[in-house]
């Protein structure tokens, strides 16, 4: 497993943008695949996206696709989720997640991941 630590949260006016950012621990970093999640009061746990080790491939959920953008720098091991067009609906505690790239095969699922970071609060104000 791998820690992880976000940053980058906090409240936004509707159509601004934020950047979280997703520090891991270990040098292997390069060896997991990364994924943002979301979760609102009262509702489950949401996919937003993801990222395999090589950068290469990248996946979003349909309600942010063309706004959000997810990229990773090795070097500083760290992926981040560059957010524009905030909208109120995009409010949540957003997570970072961490699986071996070499065993996922559902990137888009969080029950696929096995590290997870604290989570970081986004508030988009209408």
């Known amino acids: 497993q791998v820690q992880l630590v976000e940053s980058g949260g906090g409240l936004v006016q509707a159509g601004g943008s934020l950047r979280l950012s997703c520090a891991a621990s270990?040098?292997?970093?390069?060896?997991?695949?990364m994924g943002w999640f979301r979760q609102a009061p009262g509702k489950e746990r949401e996919f937003v996206a993801a990222?395999?080790?090589?950068?290469?491939?990248?996946y979003y959920a349909d309600s942010v696709k063309g706004r959000f953008t997810i990229s990773r720098d090795g070097a500083k091991s760290t992926v981040y989720l560059q957010m524009n067009s905030l909208k109120p609906e995009d409010t949540a505690v957003y997570y970072c997640?961490?699986?071996?790239?070499?065993?996922?095969?559902?990137?888009?699922?969080?029950?696929?991941?096995?590290?997870w970071g604290q989570g970081t609060q986004v508030t988009v104000s209408s």
């Open positions: 270990r040098r292997t970093f390069s060896n997991y695949a």
């Open positions: 997640a961490a699986v071996l790239d070499v065993i996922a095969t559902r990137f888009r699922d969080y029950r696929e991941y096995d590290s």
């Open positions: 990222i395999r080790w090589s950068g290469s491939s990248t």
